[in-house]
């Protein structure tokens, strides 16, 4: 692949930027190196990333050559095609374009899926404390609420709901008044761009009028992004399954639905940690969307993390998501703080992801160590299929949690403990284990490390597929520029078994 820019030359520019780099994602491979004169040889059922840094996105169009390998001679050149600048539109998205031959000839197409990450404005990450890779190896075993006290909605598998609303504060802080050393919690944005505790992508308004005799009340299903917070907090809603009953004292603003990030982060004890999921759409595998319609991805990811960098104070966070384009952003764009990549693996229980990298806990794992964050969410039902996973991951140096409704048993939960898991995700707590103390009430955070351990000189940095920081001898810079001022965007290519 090659990198063309429209645009003027600048005085004392690099001749050899940008540069292009290419990363395997494989049991062997899992970092950026430059990209050789004949680029990288595709083997099924790898993933090749392709990734440049540019100043002027509008500006840059990108060649794309096709090799074939010949015994003992130099590679065939066979083919090209083009991305122009209009080709992408969006932050994330695909690109089908066809190929020519040498002779200008239609020979075939490619598909191909692209991220682009942009900086954080106003970043206050400057390497001074860095805990995205810190990790003590006593934190294992760990209790961690999930959606605070527990999922508050019936479904087929789920034995016992909580009585309190879920992801509301009330639900956190219960879940950390029992004991538990994290509270899990979805987020997502309002439609005037507030960050809410929420965890289905629609809600369910109740229509108020009268119900004809004998008929069922009307209701409307809306995208949560189409709300604004006020609309939220006042209209009657539910969630898109039944509810169980609940407590909710009418004089109490800590069970109302929709909490505010920012209330949650400065309300909920703070030696209890977050464990903060970014609710987006993923695509399934008959094709169709969790959601359709976004946000712009960029801006998402940025409200997110601006507040949590401005109110989280001294808890601990550690940031998940389904999404792995998404778990390298927040990786790239912030340096404060830990992420886990959640893998759906093989499962019979829930709608199978297209994309390979969560549907498969194995290339999780490879591609875990590609992004250089964290660990890994794994979901229970793969690992009770095949305990030998978290083996794995744990081998390669990954952190490793898991969540799923088979982690709603005491004994299911000894035995995650025992497998040297760090933490299991689970509802009502205070069923499951004696009321105790969260592990960190007694952890002072002294030994915190003051540089990220990826920085250091025995842990080589990773660049992912859509990193948007540049490395240097100083750490990440997560508003990079060059000399006249201009930002630095970066692009990555995916090519391979991705959205088959």
Not at 225 to 253: A, R, V, W
Not at 425 to 439: A, C, G, L
């Amino acid at each position: 692949m090659d990198v063309h820019d429209s645009s003027s030359a600048q005085e004392g520019s690099n001749p050899h930027w940008p540069i292009i780099e290419v990363a395997a994602i494989n049991d062997t491979e899992h970092q950026f190196v430059v990209q050789q004169q004949f680029g990288r040889a595709y083997r099924e059922p790898e993933i090749l990333i392709f990734q440049t840094q540019v100043l002027l996105l509008e500006t840059v169009a990108y060649m794309i050559d096709f090799y074939m390998e010949v015994k003992d001679d130099v590679p065939q050149h066979i083919g090209f095609c083009h991305v122009l600048p209009g080709n992408i539109r969006d932050s994330i998205g695909t690109i089908v374009q066809p190929i020519s031959s040498m002779r200008q000839e239609p020979i075939g197409q490619i598909t191909i899926e692209y991220v682009v990450i942009r900086p954080l404005k106003d970043c206050p990450c400057d390497l001074s404390v860095s805990y995205s890779k810190h990790w003590k190896h006593g934190w294992t075993g760990l209790d961690i609420g999930h959606r605070g006290s527990g999922t508050s909605q019936k479904h087929n598998t789920l034995k016992k709901c909580a009585t309190v609303r879920e992801n509301t504060i009330a639900s956190l802080q219960r879940a950390t008044d029992h004991g538990a050393d994290f509270v899990e919690f979805d987020v997502q944005l309002s439609k005037d761009l507030v960050p809410v505790l929420f965890h289905d992508f629609h809600v369910n308004i109740g229509l108020n009028q009268k119900a004809k005799q004998g008929g069922a009340l009307t209701t409307l299903r809306i995208p949560v992004k189409d709300l604004t917070l006020k609309q939220l907090h006042e209209l009657k809603i539910s969630h898109e399954t039944d509810e169980c009953p609940i407590e909710e004292p009418y004089e109490s603003d800590l069970h109302e639905p929709f909490p505010m990030l920012q209330l949650a982060l400065e309300n909920v004890s703070t030696h209890v940690g977050f464990n903060v999921e970014i609710k987006w759409t993923m695509q399934l595998k008959d094709g169709s969307y969790e959601l359709n319609n976004p946000f712009e991805l960029n801006l998402f990811i940025d409200i997110v993390l601006d507040a949590v960098l401005k109110y989280a104070g001294k808890r601990r966070i550690v940031f998940s998501c389904f999404h792995p384009d998404i778990c390298v952003m927040l990786r790239l764009k912030q340096n404060k703080y830990p992420v886990l990549f959640l893998t759906q693996g093989a499962t019979s229980k829930y709608p199978t992801y297209n994309d390979p990298r969560t549907q498969n806990t194995p290339v999780a794992i490879n591609f875990a160590l590609f992004a250089g964050i964290l660990g890994l969410n794994m979901h229970t039902e793969d690992i009770l299929r095949d305990p030998s996973l978290v083996k794995t991951a744990l081998s390669h140096g990954l952190i490793t949690f898991c969540w799923g409704d088979d982690n709603n048993n005491v004994d299911t939960i000894k035995y995650l403990k025992k497998l040297g898991l760090n933490g299991i995700i689970y509802d009502r707590i205070e069923d499951h284990i004696e009321q105790k103390e969260s592990v960190f009430l007694s952890d002072d955070g002294s030994d915190l490390l003051q540089i990220a351990a990826c920085l250091s000189p025995n842990s080589p940095p990773y660049l992912s597929e859509d990193s948007l920081c540049t490395l240097d001898t100083d750490g990440f810079n997560h508003q990079d520029t060059n000399a006249n001022g201009n930002e630095v965007n970066v692009i990555s290519f995916g090519f391979g078994v991705i959205g088959r």
